[in-house]
């Protein structure tokens, strides 16, 4: 824990022109930036011999119980060559156990912190350290909004989500599978959910990870947008990898890692963790496990390629033990996560952890109770991409429109947290109070004449007014008034430029890859 | 900061009866306690080296700017005695200036945590240290609930507002003048205001401030309820008074500290801070400000009578620049919060700061957003006694009953995460994951039957439903639930059992006092 004593947010001058083409500089304009850097310390809450016990278990579970693999023999052969003990199970699937210390010390040659570049280059966010990237959320079949409700998310909806992104400042990274777009086959929706990141955001984005040859055509697209010789040496794409909890990894997830590691690509590997279902109802339990699934994910890209870029994650959930139904947003998964950044932190990883959950079924006082409280436990823990950052309801079964900008608003609300307390002498403020002394309003000091503008984060859809003027403009709550942001943000929005050539190629090999399949629905 | 290792809340067995009396220890018993005991470390953002640079400003402030006193000779005559630098400004005004350390010396005396009697003693609080104690929100002039909408506050709402605080087990005070009654005589409210916490809390509450006389009305019914030996040795209530910011305490106020504290009793030193109006713009002014402000009031008490518990405090608000409306809920008074914490430690005083807050007209989203984001700084920054934990809507003006309740849910979570993260073995979980191996659902294991009860808060209020029974339910909203829940409360509220012969005694005291005055609006 460093603590901080000034503003550390980077600004990055080339920014300037996408915000200017959005509307020019807002109120906001001195916290907006490519990604943060965290200007306050994490949020420490255990001690280390506690953080000992919990990767002495998580070392435990790796030696003792191990972890199967499913689907995927070349996995298998990796680990076994890296002094795994492998035990067959069926002819399919393997028990590996590690010895302790042995997924540690293959995580070595993972970085720390790496870039991955977008194709507007004054995008490019950097994951790990102090630095943190939001991203939308990931995911939910379903889609609402105030006036359609709840339905099936389509390519349209994706669309519309992505640009709904990057008209937001306080994004800094387009996500990936922002919603399930239904009315596309199975088979080839990652072809227009990876062309719509490309197309309508130019921002670093995810590409496909259900199946081995879906991650490869991500990748190959990205190719075609960076050039090959880029890709080969950047990062320029991540995959977002489930694990199969508990303590199992499935041939799709491996074999699609694997993909993404040869190519010298990104991935997090993500343990999903619902408390007394697949991990331990003990927030502690749960921790040591999302370690022990997630290394095991990470260490796998060392053996395909040291120094391929991994991401620990860790998504912890608990339950609502009268109902068995899962909850989000309490208290218990936020202790949790703030336990494994002080873990990722030991490991030298960068982490993916936490975000903008909640159960609610509209964007209402539930759903952003629950989200800020993820959402601080975000970004106290040090995440390093925050994957879940906007969008998420009805437990991260839904896309709400709304709860969409609701929770790019908090996002910029963090962005104010994060830059911490400036105690430089002016920022002290005495000369403010000496100027007029006691009893004398300070409106109009030249300390606040020279601070005004950029003292405080701006909420673009909180209401500040008196009751009665509030009352006068037809007493809105705050999802009408989200519902009327997210119209007029569509509205505005106009898509970033992108050179023809690029897009024709684009365009040519999703055409080819899709004459070359049948549409598979499931 | 002390990393913890496990669960620290402390339970009081005697805590038990008043349970059962609101109907049987519920799914969330485990983490009733008569006021929380924090079980996580609390946050600190700043360097030393820049809280030495807060403290050098404040005892500038102090030193060379100096702080106005008003209306009140004596107070004036103890700091000049004390070493105090006294240029009369007005007949009636002084300015004292401090030299640097007058002010934390004379705060030598002043104790670092103290308890509270209530007048069922299961629920005196500690104040100071690692512990939390929540309290109803104060002052509003309006209530609003969704039936009968925003209107001024009555005698009736007060006393329906004390009733709901003592039915959550998520308050620990009952706080003050939890809304104003408008509709009793100014100069005689006080009396139906304490008498209200008396009867229908068991808690500890706060006495009124408004004028000395009042004080000692207050400071005399609790003579009455615990008999005057008690209350010479003992704390039993407090006031809340405010600075009249910036550097101001006006004669209304330290006559009023002067009382409590010839008294033994407490009193809470409140600058309220809105950033470019009262104070400086920037955080880290505004903490300099306030702790000068408030430490000066705790001083004052010292010089009446050395030992007397006195609480620092910081209020601190920003402002929508674009239209000088107060915020609150919002980044920087987070922050701000943070580092107050810091202060009020290194000057071992205990500490009141942050609260439920929104400028939101509607229990909404906005409304939660806010109230979470400034409710996890509250207790992340180690302040002792949160009196706004419920109830503030619109800016501070208004108490909501639907707000009320989603704020005590809110205290609730809070319970949950406070008691931070066990790390013994059986919490380790090793033994779960063991028991069934990779793949299988932990639901039937020892480990989640052992656990199930006790893992996790479970939300009163919040809705974790499937989308489709949510949808066949009446699909209500947050705020629906919440004003069939304040009504069910108040339905259930049964008043604690009183001594019939003090509560007549207490009575004999309100009539002989209201008799002896003509009703005063104003």
């Known amino acids: 824990m460093t603590p901080a004593a000034a503003p550390m947010i980077r600004r990055s001058s ?19 930036v490519p990604y943060i850097a965290r200007g306050i310390p994490t949020y420490d809450i255990l ?52 010895p302790a210390g042995m997924i540690r010390e293959i995580l070595r040659t993972a970085p720390e912190r790496f870039t991955q570049l977008a194709r507007n280059p004054a995008n490019s966010v950097e994951i790990g350290g102090d630095s943190i990237v939001f991203a939308p959320s990931y995911g939910s079949p379903f889609v609402m909004d105030l006036d359609r409700g709840r ?30 777009p239904t009315d596309v086959p199975v088979n080839k929706r990652h072809l227009d959910m990876v062309y719509a990141h490309i197309r309508y955001s130019d921002r670093a984005f995810l590409g496909s990870i ?35 909890s508990p303590l199992v990894w499935d041939g799709v997830s491996t074999r699609g890692i694997r993909a993404y590691a040869a190519a010298g690509q990104g991935s997090i590997h993500l343990p999903f963790l619902l408390g007394g279902a697949v991990s331990p109802l003990t927030p502690a339990g749960t921790v040591a496990q999302a370690l022990a699934e997630s290394a095991v994910g990470c260490a796998l890209t060392q053996l395909v390629r040291p120094g391929a870029p991994a991401v620990l994650a860790g998504f912890i959930a608990s339950m609502a033990m009268r109902s068995g139904s899962p909850t989000f947003g309490t208290p218990e998964p936020a202790l949790a996560s703030l336990a494994l950044g002080q873990i990722a932190r030991r490991w030298k990883l960068p982490l ?39 969008g998420f309801l009805d437990g991260l079964l839904s896309m709400s429109y709304e709860k969409f900008v609701l929770d790019t608003d908090l996002c ?38 020279r601070h005004y503008k950029t003292a405080y984060y701006d ?6 007014q008196p009751w009665e003027t509030w009352s006068e403009q037809g007493a809105a709550d705050s999802m009408t008034r989200a519902n009327a942001r997210w119209k007029d943000l569509l509205a505005a929005y106009e898509p970033p430029a992108i050179d023809p050539a690029t897009d024709d190629a684009l365009r040519a090999f999703i055409a080819r890859k899709k004459a070359s399949m049948a549409d598979a629905w499931y």
């Not at 390519?155 to 994004?171: A, I």
């Not at 909420?459 to 500040?464: A, C, G, Q, R, T």
Request: proline residues 3%; charged residues 20%.
């Open 14 to 32: 080339r920014r300037g022109s996408r915000r200017r083409q959005a509307g020019g500089p807002g109120p906001n304009a001195h916290l907006c």
């Open 47 to 98: 001690s280390e011999e506690s953080l000992d016990r919990i990767e002495t278990t998580a070392e435990r579970i790796l030696a003792e119980i191990g972890v199967e693999f499913r689907d995927d023999p070349e996995t298998v052969a990796l680990f076994r060559a890296a002094g795994g003990t492998v035990t067959p199970l069926t002819e399919a699937s393997w028990n590996i156990r590690f």
């Open 151 to 180: 339905r099936y998310g389509t390519l349209e909806d994706f669309e519309n989500l992505v640009k709904l992104g990057q008209s937001s400042q306080w994004l800094h990274h387009s996500g990936g599978t922002i919603c399930e």
């Open 210 to 244: 259900t199946a081995p040859e879906r991650a490869e055509d991500s990748i190959e697209m990205c190719r075609i947008l960076f050039g090959a010789d880029v890709v080969e040496q950047n990062c320029v794409v991540m995959g977002n990898f489930n694990s199969t």
């Open 352 to 390: 993916r952890c936490a975000g903008n959950f909640s159960t609610s079924k509209l964007p209402d006082a539930q759903a952003m109770q629950q989200s800020m409280m993820s959402m601080m436990s975000a970004v106290q823990c040090g995440a390093n991409y925050v994957l879940h950052s906007a």
């Open 412 to 449: 910029g609300m963090l962005h104010g947290y994060l830059r911490g307390m400036d105690v430089s002498e002016d920022a002290l403020g005495f000369d403010a109070l000496a100027e007029l002394g006691p009893g004398q309003h300070l409106f109009s000091t030249a300390h606040t004449m």
């Open 459 to 464: 909420s673009e859809l909180d209401d500040n």
